[in-house]
């Protein structure tokens, strides 16, 4: 293995931020037994919601297959005990849109039965890429870093560009949140073997594991399992602790020095970046058999008894999860999923826990944000903003609903982290409006594609009527015409038979 | 002086005359500024402007037989914006146009429908599929909400729903 290099690349703007990790760092990660109830909702991943294989009242086993992968971006989902189907209903979730989703809701009988599976387990380098992706599609795997992009659809999108370099996301960079740090302190050989796998099912010869310098731990780790499996495709590469390096497009910027292409991926720039935790569920599935079925989340805040970072089961509460750290202290107030910076508060603990779920945050007081005021026009967001965004310009735009402005200034490319809100003097929820402006510019475009398509319906019926109209007159004269050709006799014939058929009557 | 205004006499006569014969000889494209307004319009085909369509509404707009405040889908968004292409003044919605609609598409009671093509006929976006003496459905992708198929139908089994 290489030795750690240590480079402070450079990414505009950022913030040094309060890292507040140190104490769900503190102990090791510790299991949360199996729940009473687990409640796993169907769209965990992003792209079309899983679709439910079993039926109200089936006995599942642990690891069995309990929704199917439906359309092209979707991904699978999977018991993560053994138990009973007790019902498939709508319960509360964390998601950004919509407070209830379809779940499945598995009455656990506690004995954590394993599913038997199908095939045996063989070793990754006997395996193609082909098989590799299929079975990490099957596995349900989904990116945890965040986006929960399925992970073999995101493979199999990279073999097709020019491909140099795979970045193994270890950069977490928001306040709180110390999953992934943990994750690579003790399970560095999962990590590591799990990069292997996606080099070989990428046929990729290069890989960075990115790590915030300020994670020696990892880094140690890290370097001890390089050491041990003897692989020197593999490096490591440390990244300054400036919020929001983590992200994917600075994350590359920093590893590289390439920036991603506004509207692009990392891909433009030869790049594929896959969470560590991704890393490691690869790892779990294709090396132990076990599916995406629990994760590592960090219980934090000085709301809960005990900050920890726990190894829970997918579906399990957050009341459950909240509860094994010794339940919320006195001064619990607000609960937020996922970090401080980019989290959503939800107003209840029933929300289970998701794939993409990598923190429970429990606040005694809801950060004060004070009053908003009007926009002193002092360019600081432009500053901090990790993009290289004019925040203080789009807001003007968003306000006036200028969709074409918006687009010219790059709204699509904010990566919503935050930064700009932190630092605005007058308080403004500019992250906030941003994702509304955004949410309007999808709304406006579907408007357009719509009435662009009833336009050319429109136009083709008008197009048929004309086209039928003519047809008939042309019909009309043509039958004149045989009419004026056979003459009166013939004429007198018609009404003859006419009169008649008339008289039968 | 007088050679001054002469000459602006002089270059003011040569360019009214060379602007008021391409005026006369060189009339704007109005197929273009017609699928530019047409542009503006919603495209509901609704045709509560009086016009079959939106296309033909644009057509009266530009040739100046019909008002801009006409459309209730556009709304005083649309008004606004045809005032600015126009070079009009913006002025309010007409009151004998319908209440703005919320989004809503029809949809059929397929039970109910007795198969007379009636409402087939007059979809201006033919989204409503079904043959004589057969039950009638509607593409619900393509409906643009315009309700003219709900007056010609003879036991009422359209309705409109909120759009998804």
Known sequence: MSAPTFDLGTVHGGLRLPILKDESTAQVIQHVPVPAQLVLPLAQHAGQPAHPVVSIGERVLKGQLIADADGIISAPVHASSSGKVIAIEQWPVSRRFGENAPCIVIECDGQDRVVHLAEDIVSFEQQSPDVLFQKILYGGIVGLGGAVFPTAHKLMEATTESLEHLIINGVECEPFISCDDMLMREHATGVVVGAQILLHALRLDHCYIAVESDKPEAIHALSDALTELQDDRIAIKQIPTIYPSGAEDQVVQLVTRKEVPTGGLPLDVGCLVQNVGTAAAVYDWICKGQPLISRVTTVTGDGVAAPMNVLARIGTTVADVVNFVGGYTERANQLIIGGPMTGRSVTTDRVPLVKATNCILVLSEPPSIGVERPCIRCGDCAQVCPVSLLPQQLFWYACADNEAKLRSYGLTDCIECGCCDLVCPSHIPLTADFRIAKLRMRELADEKARAERAKQRFESRTVRLEREQLQRAQELLRQKEVVKNAGPKAIEEILERSKTRKDED | ?164
């Open chain 2, 1 to 164: 002086m007088w050679i001054a205004v002469i000459t602006i006499t002089g270059i003011a006569l040569l360019a009214g005359v060379v602007l008021s014969f391409a005026s006369r000889q060189l009339p704007p494209d109005d197929n273009k500024l017609v699928a530019k307004v047409n542009e503006l319009l919603p495209q509901t085909q609704c045709a509560q402007c009086g016009y079959p369509g939106c296309r033909p509404y644009a057509a009266a707009i530009v040739h100046g037989s019909a008002e801009i405040n006409l459309c209730p889908p556009g709304g005083d968004d649309t008004v606004r914006r045809l005032a600015d292409l126009l070079g009009r003044d913006a002025v309010p919605l007409a009151e004998t146009a319908r209440q703005q609609l919320p989004d809503s598409v029809a949809l059929i009671d397929e039970a109910l429908c007795i198969g007379c093509t009636h409402c087939r006929d007059v979809c201006p976006v033919d989204a409503i599929v079904g043959a004589h003496q057969f039950m009638h459905t509607i593409l619900t992708g393509e409906c643009t909400g315009c309700e003219l198929c709900l007056p010609p139908c003879p036991v009422d089994c359209i309705e409109m729903r909120p759009a998804a």
